[in-house]
Structure formats: structure tokens, C-alpha cells
């Protein structure tokens, strides 16, 4: 019985003296391949060229400082609720008097570490932030041959200082945050 339709029975005649030179067959191989010399390439030199990402791309994670180089990230521990993946720990500390330039408020993450083989990027930690201090940026986590090595930790996910590092602040914030747009703007 059938199943399907779809089925071809093989022609098992014996090939006749064309048939067995394959040239038919080499010279329609050959055609295919020269139409496709002609057609717009779909791969790309990479790492010399890149696409570009689409605007709603959500890639490495960032941890955001305000507007003078102090962390917003008060380890109120809601980004890790909301992860799906349970790609999110840390833990809190209190802020000791003389660290007010360092954090924004009492409470900040001594420790905030990402699991970027678990995470899927879904970008629900940032939603669920109350404090703009963790955004999706526009790059990737780059290969790595070890697994710890997607483990970020706070040294890698911090965002430069505004004001010492302002030049690599900028690039980190991307497009994505509204405070960014202000600050590209020509006139900012
Ligand atoms: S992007 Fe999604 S999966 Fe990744 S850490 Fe944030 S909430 Fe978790
Ligand atoms: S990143 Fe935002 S949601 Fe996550 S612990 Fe810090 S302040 Fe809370």
C-alpha cells in the first residue's frame, strides 16, 4: 500500500553510449554553476565586512551607569525573575559611606553574572528593569573554546565610564537606550 502519492519507480534500463558519458549530465552541472557565477553573492567576507544588524537586534548584554560614571543596577534581583532561562545571578552588597560616586543607590550587585549559553536572548531582563541598568547591545558574545568563557561577570558586562572612557561609553550604548539618542544627536 501507498502512503503517498509521491512515490517514482526507478529506471533501471541499461544507460545507452551518450548515457555513459555523462557529458549531458556535466554540461547541465556546469550551466548551473555558471548562472550562480553571475548572481549577487549571499556570502560576505567576514570579519572585514558585516551586515547590518536590524534595529531590533538584541544581542550582549550591557550594565548601565547614569550620566556620572555611577552604576544603576541596585540588585533588586527583578531581571532574574523575569529570565526564562535562569541565565541571571548575583549577589547584593549595601553601599558603605565615601562609595556614593561608585553607586547609584544603597543596595548595588557585588556580583552580577550572565550565562550566555543559557540565555536566548530574549531581552525580558531588560523590560523587567525598573532602573535602565541592563539593556541588550547590538554585538555578540564571541566564540569561545571553553564553556566558562560564557560566563560574564561584571567586569565584562559593565559599561566604560562616561566621563573617563567616553568614547567607548558611547559606542557600548549603541542605539537602543533613549539617553543615547539624546547624546548622538548633533546638537547634544
Ligand atoms: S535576554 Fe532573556 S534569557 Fe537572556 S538573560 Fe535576559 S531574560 Fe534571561
Ligand atoms: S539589572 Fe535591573 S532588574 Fe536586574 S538587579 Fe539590577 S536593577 Fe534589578
Not at 512515490?7 to 557529458?23: A, C, G, H, I, W
Not at 548584554?61 to 545571578?89: K, Q, S, Y
Not at 549577589?91 to 556614593?100: H, K, V
Not at 566604560?160 to 550604548?173: D, M, Q, S, T, V
Amino acid at each position: 500500500m501507498q502512503l503517498t502519492q509521491r512515490s517514482k519507480s526507478v529506471d533501471r534500463s541499461p544507460m545507452t553510449f551518450l548515457e555513459s558519458l555523462y557529458l549531458w549530465n556535466i554540461m547541465k552541472g556546469m550551466a548551473i554553476t555558471l548562472r550562480h557565477l553571475f548572481k549577487k553573492k549571499a556570502t560576505i567576507q567576514y570579519p572585514e565586512e558585516k551586515r547590518p544588524f536590524s534595529p531590533i537586534f538584541r544581542g550582549l548584554h550591557v550594565l548601565n551607569r547614569d550620566a556620572e560614571g555611577r552604576e544603576n543596577c541596585t540588585a533588586c534581583g527583578l531581571c532574574a525573575v523575569a529570565c526564562p532561562a535562569e541565565a541571571i545571578t548575583m549577589e547584593a552588597a549595601e553601599r558603605l559611606p565615601g562609595e556614593e560616586n561608585l553607586y547609584r543607590e544603597e543596595k548595588y550587585a557585588a556580583k552580577y553574572e550572565i550565562n550566555m549559553l543559557r540565555c536566548i536572548f530574549c531581552g525580558l531582563c531588560e523590560e523587567a528593569c525598573p532602573k535602565d541598568a541592563i539593556y541588550l547591545s547590538q554585538t555578540f558574545a564571541p566564540a569561545n573554546y571553553g564553556r566558562k568563557g560564557f560566563i560574564y561577570g561584571k567586569n565584562e558586562l559593565l559599561i566604560p565610564h562616561p566621563i573617563n572612557e567616553r568614547e567607548a561609553y558611547l559606542k557600548a550604548l549603541g542605539d537602543r537606550t533613549p539617553s543615547a539618542r539624546i547624546q548622538n544627536q548633533p546638537n547634544a
